[in-house]
Nanobody, 118 residues
Framework: QVQLVESGGGVVQPGGSLRLSCTAS????????MEWYRQAPGKERELVAH???????NYADSVKGRFTISRDNAKNTMYLQMRSLKPEDTAVYYC????????????WGQGTQVTVSS
């Protein structure tokens, strides 16, 4: 019954901003490391940002200084604030719940399209 529901994708001009949201159910959100991935056409899925249960954060080098990941455990929601967007940020963005232990399941959202174009 795990569900990850994403929102906030869309079309934006270069230099613009978007905020993605991921709301989770069916998990103990406060005990789950959460992540944003993205996948562009013809490319492998890549980790964009990670936020641990304690709030420790890691970013891909390509988005450092432009993207901010955060979480609100009271709302079971994770966010990705994206600014100074570039055409190369165009991708489907996915919410991901990391596995708690090796061999246990992880979970994915449906994905939301972000298109950066002039």
């Amino acid at each position: 019954q795990v569900q990850l529901v994403e929102s906030g994708g869309g079309v934006v001009q270069p230099g613009g901003s978007l905020r993605l949201s991921c709301t989770a159910s069916g998990i103990i959100f406060g005990l789950s490391d959460m992540e944003w991935y993205r996948q562009a056409p013809g490319k492998e899925r890549e980790l964009v940002a990670h936020i641990s249960v304690t709030g420790d954060i890691n970013y891909a080098d390509s988005v450092k200084g432009r993207f901010t990941i955060s979480r609100d455990n009271a709302k079971n929601t994770m966010y990705l604030q994206m600014r100074s967007l570039k055409p190369e940020d165009t991708a489907v963005y996915y919410c991901h719940k990391a596995a708690w232990l090796e061999g246990t399941p992880d979970y994915w959202g449906q994905g939301t399209q972000v298109t950066v174009s002039s």
